[in-house]
């Protein structure tokens, strides 16, 4: 157990909707990551939100958005979704803002999301 | 655009066998160089890691090699076992879009070691 939360773990859902994906990082980690990860494209960074801040972005679109809240959990929002947004999306946390100092990044689980 | 580029896509060892997965990258500005283990159903986790100033590092069975000058690194798991059989990441930090270093990984290699 990496001690980072993601609900819901699975959904199901129709194109053009809109959902919310939660994490609840490790204890003590002020960093939070989210990362896409699809059969062709393994994982790819999004966002990073460091003690409310963000921090960096990666290949996020638009329709995306994130946001972490003072008690440090974090919320994804994907809308208008289309059947290529189908995957796996996880969260990571780490102590630091550098993708830790050791580099570890701590994953949940996932939340796989299945846009019909 | 793919900085780190993973291969083979998929791997079949025997029990007992060596699996030899190989990345390579282009950013000389890469600053640590970690492999991470997934398991069906879960997060990866951090296996092993190694800093570009070591060209070897060794953890149990499992030993990165680093060569700079070919900017290349390898994840070689020794007699291999059936609890082994995994997807691998490799991964490389360094600095994208925004202030702090981030973790780019490579595509994956899916292992199975047949019993």
């Known amino acids: 157990d990496s001690g980072v939360t993601q609900t819901p773990k699975h959904l199901i859902t129709a194109t053009g909707q809109r959902v919310t994906l939660r994490c609840s990082p490790r204890s003590g980690d002020l960093s939070v990551y989210w990362y896409q990860q699809s059969l062709d494209q393994g994982l790819q960074f999004l966002i990073q939100?460091?003690?409310?801040?963000?921090?960096a972005k990666g290949n996020i679109l638009e329709r995306f958005s994130a946001q972490q809240f003072p008690d440090l959990h974090s919320e994804l929002n994907l809308s208008s979704l289309e059947l290529g947004d189908s995957a796996l999306y996880f969260c990571?946390?780490?102590?630091?803002?550098?993708?830790?100092?050791?580099?570890?990044?701590?994953f949940g689980e996932g939340s796989r999301l299945t846009v019909l | 655009q793919q900085q780190v580029k993973q291969s083979p896509q998929s791997l079949i060892v025997q029990k007992g066998g060596i699996s030899i997965i190989n990345c390579a990258y282009e950013?000389?500005?890469?600053?640590?160089f970690p492999w991470y283990q997934q398991f069906p159903g879960k997060g990866p986790a951090l296996l092993i890691a190694?800093?570009?100033?070591?060209s070897e590092k060794k953890e149990g069975r499992f030993t990165i090699s680093f060569n700079k000058s070919a900017k290349q690194f390898s994840l070689h798991i020794m007699d291999s076992q059936p609890g082994d059989s995994a997807t691998y990441f490799c991964a490389a930090r360094g600095y994208s879009s925004g202030s702090a270093r981030q973790l780019t990984f490579g595509s994956g290699t899916q292992l199975t070691v047949l019993p």
């Open positions: 990571a946390s780490s102590v630091g803002g550098a993708a830790g100092n050791t580099g570890e990044l701590f």
């Open positions: 190694i800093r570009p100033d070591v």
């Open positions: 939100y460091y003690n409310g801040e963000e921090r």
């Open positions: 950013n000389t500005a890469f600053d640590y």
